[in-house]
């Protein structure tokens, strides 16, 4: 019989909670453990990506330099040069005395000066493309700013020299046309002006066109110095106004130190046209080119050197650089003093010759 003390009911009896606490106990230790394993080694991972990367850094190459060339030191030097030689000679094409700038005229070779022009604008069009060239290697970029200013230097040269360019030249207008050249400055005969005018007249052999006519020779000749003939001979007073007033019946033609590149052919006289014909004309415009030779040796065409000589020296520098025949000359020259030629007039052109002017 049950036994239910106090008169309560009897409690359910309690279960045993040990073995629960000791498992969950247990478990927490094992998670801890996990959680702290877990820790440890993202610690240590961690720690040996940052080495790694630590490592890489270190041996990773510094940056490299990259220069532009519009920023290097020479670059606003080179580009002012190469405006300034194109913005001068654009001017003086626009004005007219491009013509006097070099010994190669423009009526007998004008495909020579255009040129020029095209050869200056390609060099000067060619700054757009360059000033943002970049290069990790600075003195390259100096080199190539160097050889632009150079090269514009020297284009110039060659042109005040009346040089060959040495450059092929193709130009296509807007218009399609094409234009092509090898740069060279031609003569009327179409040949390239020679190297060495007076050498070229000592060898010159003249010839007659089909009217018999040297005019041609004549003015071929004159090319070679760089000097046109002009036959309107009223235009000389323009020049050298010491002219204007005197005497010009008996002036076969003239040279004015003025317009060095112009002869002046006094074609209003009785000489012409018959003088045209005959050989002499060649030997008229000999003596007047050899007073171009002496203006671009002393600066004038009647150096002090030559004294009440001057027209006589002319003609034996005329005879001895030029290759004038002497008898034609000396015959040509009888009664007219100041024209004849003596001992004394071949050795003062010749010690003109040799830069002696005074």
């Known amino acids: 019989m049950s036994v239910y003390p106090s008169g309560q009911p009897p409690m359910p009896p309690r279960s045993n909670n040990t073995f629960a606490k000791a498992l969950l106990i247990s478990c927490g230790s094992i998670v801890v453990v996990t959680i702290l394993i877990v820790v440890f080694v993202g610690v240590w991972i961690n720690s040996l990506w940052s080495d790694a990367s630590h490592?890489?850094?270190?041996?990773?190459?510094?940056?490299?330099?990259?220069?532009?060339?519009?920023?290097?030191p020479g670059w606003q030097d080179m580009y002012d040069t190469i405006h300034g030689v194109y913005d001068k000679y654009d001017a003086a094409l626009t004005d007219g005395t491009i013509i006097n700038l070099t010994p190669v005229p423009l009526t007998s070779s004008p495909d020579y000066y255009k040129n020029f022009f095209i050869?200056?604008?390609?060099?000067?069009?060619?700054?757009?493309?360059?000033?943002?060239?970049?290069?990790?290697?600075?003195?390259?970029?100096?080199?190539?700013?160097?050889?632009?200013?150079?090269?514009?230097?020297?284009?110039?040269?060659?042109?005040?020299?009346g040089e060959d360019f040495e450059t092929h030249i193709r130009w296509v207008s807007n218009d399609g046309t094409v234009y092509e050249s090898d740069g060279v400055p031609n003569s009327p005969d179409g040949n390239p002006i020679?190297?060495?005018?007076?050498?070229?007249?000592?060898?010159?052999?003249?010839?007659?066109?089909?009217?018999?006519?040297?005019?041609g020779a004549a003015e071929l000749l004159a090319a070679q110095f760089g000097?046109?003939?002009?036959?309107d001979y009223s235009v000389i007073e323009k020049y050298c106004p010491s002219a204007e007033g005197s005497s010009s019946a008996n002036v076969a033609a003239a040279f004015c130190g003025y317009s060095p590149t112009v002869v002046y052919v006094n074609a209003a006289t009785s000489y012409y046209p018959a003088e045209y014909s005959r050989i002499d004309f060649i030997y008229v415009i000999k003596h007047e080119l050899s007073h171009e030779q002496i203006f671009g040796i002393c600066g004038t065409g009647s150096p002090s050197i030559t004294g009440s000589h001057?027209?006589?020296?002319?003609?034996?520098?005329?005879?001895?650089?030029?290759?004038?025949?002497?008898?034609?000359?000396?015959?040509?020259?009888?009664?007219?003093p100041q024209y004849l030629m003596s001992a004394e007039t071949d050795a003062l052109a010749k010690s003109i010759h040799d830069g002696h002017c005074h």
């Open 55 to 72: 490592q890489v850094a270190e041996e990773s190459p510094d940056p490299v330099a990259v220069y532009v060339m519009s920023e290097r």
């Open 119 to 161: 050869i200056l604008s390609d060099q000067k069009a060619a700054l757009i493309f360059m000033d943002d060239l970049t290069s990790t290697d600075p003195e390259d970029l100096d080199a190539q700013i160097a050889a632009a200013k150079d090269k514009t230097l020297e284009t110039e040269r060659r042109f005040l020299a």
């Open 194 to 215: 020679a190297a060495d005018p007076e050498q070229y007249a000592r060898d010159f052999q003249p010839q007659t066109d089909a009217n018999g006519s040297y005019q």
């Open 227 to 231: 000097v046109v003939l002009n036959y």
């Open 310 to 336: 001057n027209e006589g020296v002319a003609n034996s520098y005329s005879v001895i650089y030029l290759g004038a025949d002497y008898d034609a000359v000396q015959a040509r020259s009888q009664g007219y």
